[in-house]
């Protein structure tokens, strides 16, 4: 009985699967990784590293979403306590709504890495980070920095480009 | 819309922290494609959220950015940031911080001010005790100033403003962080925080403890009122599918030096003042549960306690409040966003006085209910829209209090807005308004004493005092405002609001029948003076603000306000009144330039401006402020910051010379230097 009990309500847990914007988040992200390529000297089959800077409810919800199954053959990883490593190990980075000097310093400190920079917010994506996902009609949208990937080495597909907002660095943008 | 800072953070109306959940509970987000998952509508759960720029009001919204530009760390200092605020600080531990005028007698009344929907307006002293208001300044996510009345939602001595102060969610500050600095006027502080989760449980704790140097007399020797404070607490948010939940609580503990006047020195008046310690502690606890019923609609519930107690110099005070409240947003039909709500607050306090203070009655037991609703109605939909709404507040001490509003709100392109308001607000009877009573030798209260001619030398000793009334009203504001706001574009933006208020039944200290006592078989001469509703009172003035980013990193903004005030004697001989300006500047303004250092630092500037208070002696003051930051590594960043640079020291406040001595901010400079990991 208590089995029956346990499966019943992990059901119910699936099917109302719960879609706050933290997880909304995590599955954009999930995504995002989907059309991306990497540079070539990057090893080619090993994992794919996601990781979370600042945003607690993010990474719990990127855990939940990551059940094994793989992007493009690649299997995927959530490194955790990214806060004191070297963030060139991720290929996927979420950087949480932080201070704006600590979110510039983490885009700053990935320039011409080849690690895919997801943020919150279009000016995210203004102020050198790649994509900035914000809420606009009570959707969820992406505004996209194409010169930022560029100079990191990074593909965009134009499938994802096409669903984006595309922007530019502000004129006196990070120099 | 896209998403801008300042102007387009969003305004949570009721001070509740953010939630927002997303409907269409069907999709997998594992199989969803990205044109799915921007299918997905995200809506707000809270109770009633809306962008800074939409709200009918006169708001300004202080981020977290500009929080840390400002170098500043206390919350009455991040005041001076917001537009209209008047913040003098009084001495080293001790502020007047009031919106639109009334910073004068011996505190602001009129300034309701909240953490994470919990008061912190002291209603036996009516005012913010700001000196145990000691959070750490990294986890305040915003804080909403609403100049204006905002009876209607929040209910009483929200007359001349609110102030909402909202800290992050634990699911924002993971990881640790540990906090040092040192300088010369704010001499010490160590702060520590530590963020987790347990499953999906995310929390921090945090610990801070402070220490601040003396300032200046007006005679240019050291004040003695250093002081210091300890606090620690923790937070916890869990969100689930529909429902989310946060609980927090803190302790404060203190101990200052406040410079009331040395009433135990009654054989020396030469001696005037002197320091008296006081020790003073505050805890809170709050909780709160958040429902996203369908969509567009919400129900939230919170409920907190909070404990103060306070050993001063003029008394011993202490205080518990249990408030719930409970709170509906809808929407009805296409044109109809419903809120309402209702709630109960008791609050049991004590005041023992202390020296010459008495107080009769020497507690309050206080029960408070209220109910709100509001409703905005889509006139010409996403053009112009009419908001509609009141607050009834019964309360066992000042009995009912009516506080309706009614807005206008004009969006006459994605760019422009305009508004218009008018509202009444009240500043319910305190129990010091009720009963105090304080008598002392007049040699001690000759610098407040100065307009009462008719006290010549005499022959015996003379008592002077004041007495509190057990029959004071509810003070009264009807206040009319309108505001335009311009986004040029999205780099540049302004804001313009004017109003004009009528307050009745203002506080007066009407003077009674000096009459002759025996005390201890001595004849003495007894002028006092009792509390009394007889100023009527007409204000206006205007406040505007604005903002241009130059580049990401270049940024120059700056707010100017206005205020004048006419009183009106009813039948008062409180010899204070004529020229009476309720310790308010004329003007005032303040300018900030945000630079670039290098790539891995930025500068910021802010100078401020204010205006002389004729009625408290202060003269202009011009203040200068400077900072710089570097971020070392990721980890890693250094502070260094100078305030008042432009001169050794000035007096900010005047006001309260009966009680509390003001003194002379002095110029300061500090390093300050933060460790994340």
Partial sequence: MAIVLSTLSSQTVLTAQAITPPALRAAFLFNFAKFVEWPVDQPDNGPLYLCVLDDSAVEESLTQLLDGAPISGRSVTLLRSVRNRPLRSCHVLYVGDSDAERVATAIEELKYAPVLTVGDGETFARGGGMIGLFIEDGRMRFAINPDAAQRAGLKLSSRLLNLARIVKEGRHGQS | ?677
């Avoid at chain 2, 305190?430 to 007049?442: C, F, N, R």
């Avoid at chain 2, 300006?581 to 670039?596: G, L, N």
Wanted: hydrophobic fraction near 40%.
């Fill in chain 2, 1 to 677: 819309m896209p998403r801008v800072r300042p102007f387009a953070l969003m305004l949570v109306v009721c001070a509740l922290a953010r939630a927002a959940r997303a409907e269409a509970q069907t999709v997998d987000l594992r199989m969803a494609t990205l044109e799915e998952l921007m299918a997905i509508e995200v809506t707000s759960a809270s109770r009633r959220e809306q962008r800074a720029e939409d709200v009918p009001a006169a708001v300004y919204v202080i981020t977290r950015d500009e929080i840390r530009r400002s170098g500043l760390t206390s919350i009455p200092e991040l005041l001076r940031l917001a537009p209209g605020v008047q913040v003098a600080r009084i001495n080293s531990n001790k502020w007047a911080v009031s919106v639109r005028g009334f910073n004068g007698r011996l505190y602001s009344n009129k300034l309701l001010v909240m953490v994470d929907g919990r008061s912190i307006y002291n209603p036996a002293f009516s005012t913010v005790l700001w000196d145990t208001e000691d959070l750490l300044v990294e986890d305040i996510d915003h804080i909403e100033v609403i100049r204006g009345p905002g009876g209607a939602l929040w209910g009483a001595n929200a007359v001349n403003g609110v102030v909402n102060i909202i800290t992050r969610p634990a699911t924002q500050t993971s990881g640790g962080l540990v906090r040092v600095s040192a300088g010369s006027f704010d001499t010490s502080s160590v702060a520590l925080r530590y963020g987790n989760s347990l499953r999906d449980v995310h929390y921090r704790l945090f610990a801070q403890s402070s220490t601040y140097g003396e300032s200046v007399t007006t005679q240019g020797a050291n004040a003695n009122d250093h002081w210091r404070s300890v606090t620690t607490g923790f937070r916890a948010d869990w969100s689930g599918a529909r429902d989310a939940l946060m609980f927090q609580g803190s302790a404060t503990s203190g101990r200052q030096r406040p410079l009331w006047f040395g009433f135990d020195s009654v054989s020396t008046p030469d001696v005037g003042w002197e320091a008296v310690v006081s020790e003073t502690t505050a805890t809170d606890v709050v909780a709160r549960w958040t429902r996203a019923t369908t969509a567009g609609s919400a129900f939230q519930a919170q409920a907190y306690f909070d404990h103060a107690h306070r050993d001063e110099a003029v008394a011993l005070y202490g205080r518990r409040t249990w408030d719930v409240d409970a709170q509906y947003h809808t929407t009805l039909g296409k044109r109809h966003d419903l809120l309402g709500g209702g709630g109960y607050r008791y609050i049991s306090e004590s005041m023992q006085g202390r020296g010459p203070y008495t107080f009769l009655p020497n507690g309050l037991s206080q029960q408070i209910l209220n109910a709100f609703a509001q409703d905005t109605i889509g006139l010409v939909p996403s053009r112009l829209e009419l908001t509609v709404g009141t607050k009834f507040e019964r309360s066992t001490v000042s009995g009912l209090a009516f506080q309706p509003n009614v807005r206008l709100m004009w969006m006459t392109s994605s760019r422009q807005r305009a508004w218009a308001a008018v509202a009444r607000a009240v500043r319910t009877p305190s129990l010091i308004d009720l009963g105090v009573h304080v008598e002392y030798p007049a040699a001690l209260a000759i610098p407040a004493l100065k307009l009462r001619r008719e006290i010549a030398p005499v022959a015996i000793p003379v008592f002077v005092g004041g007495l509190g009334n057990p029959d004071f009203q509810s003070e009264r504001l009807i206040n009319a405002e309108a505001g335009y706001r311009l986004n040029i574009t999205r780099r540049a933006s302004f804001d313009l609001v004017a109003f004009r208020g009528r307050y009745d039944d203002l506080q007066t200290f009407e003077p009674l029948p000096p009459v002759v006592q025996l005390v201890n078989g001595q004849p003495v001469l007894k002028v006092l003076s009792q509390q009394e509703n007889r100023l009527r009172a007409d204000t206006y003035g205007a406040e505007v603000s604005g903002r241009v980013q130059l580049g990401n990193r270049w940024q120059v903004d700056g707010a100017l306000a206005s205020f004048h005030l006419t009183p009106h004697l009813m039948g008062s001989l409180d010899p204070s009144l004529p020229g009476y300006d309720s310790h308010a500047p004329a003007y005032q303004w303040r300018t900030h330039v945000a630079m670039p250092l290098s790539r891995r630092g930025q500068a910021d500037i802010h100078f401020f401006h204010t205006g002389p208070i004729d009625s408290a002696d202060v003269p202009v003051i011009a203040r200068l402020d400077a900072r710089a930051e570097w971020s070392l590594t990721r980890q890693l960043s250094v502070v260094a910051s100078g305030q008042n640079l432009l001169r050794p020291s000035h007096l900010e406040f005047n006001g309260d010379k009966t009680v509390l001595e003001s003194t002379q901010i002095p110029r300061s400079g500090g390093l300050r230097l933060a460790w994340r990991f």
